[in-house]
């Protein structure tokens, strides 16, 4: 299984990333998956996640309203639209396909990871 990750890039404050995970090797429509990411001298969180056909979703407080995932089973894609970007928000963001059909919050819950793609917001 491989994940390529991109679409990440410099944007100032209060502007709009997507970020797009190809997912190749597996049909995942059957794992949850998600976005996590790493900020600078801190430890990996997870963003965003869904559960196996989209049938639920989490989000971390702080993108609550601001991020949104989706799935592209036709694709094999997992997006993450962010809006009103915040300084606080650059991070490298990687995406995961999780072990099993319900999202977890951890990353040992995630079975297969992307290189990840640098986000950084300007203020």
């Known amino acids: 299984v491989q994940l390529q990750a991109s679409g990440g890039g410099l944007v100032q404050a209060g502007g709009s990333l997507r970020l797009s995970c190809a997912v190749s090797g597996r049909t995942f429509s059957m794992y949850a998956t998600g976005w996590f990411r790493r900020p600078p001298g801190k430890e990996r969180e997870l963003v965003a996640a869904i559960n196996w056909r989209g049938g639920g979703t989490y989000y971390a407080d702080s993108v609550k309203g601001r991020f949104t995932i989706s799935v592209n089973n036709a694709k094999n894609t997992v997006d993450l639209q962010m809006n009103s970007l915040k300084p606080e928000d650059t991070a490298v963001y990687y995406c995961?396909?999780?072990?099993?059909?319900?999202?977890?919050?951890?990353?040992?819950?995630?079975?297969?990871w992307g290189r990840g793609t640098q986000v950084t917001v300007s203020s």
């Open positions: 995961a396909v999780a072990r099993g059909s319900v999202a977890g919050t951890r990353t040992t819950s995630y079975a297969y």
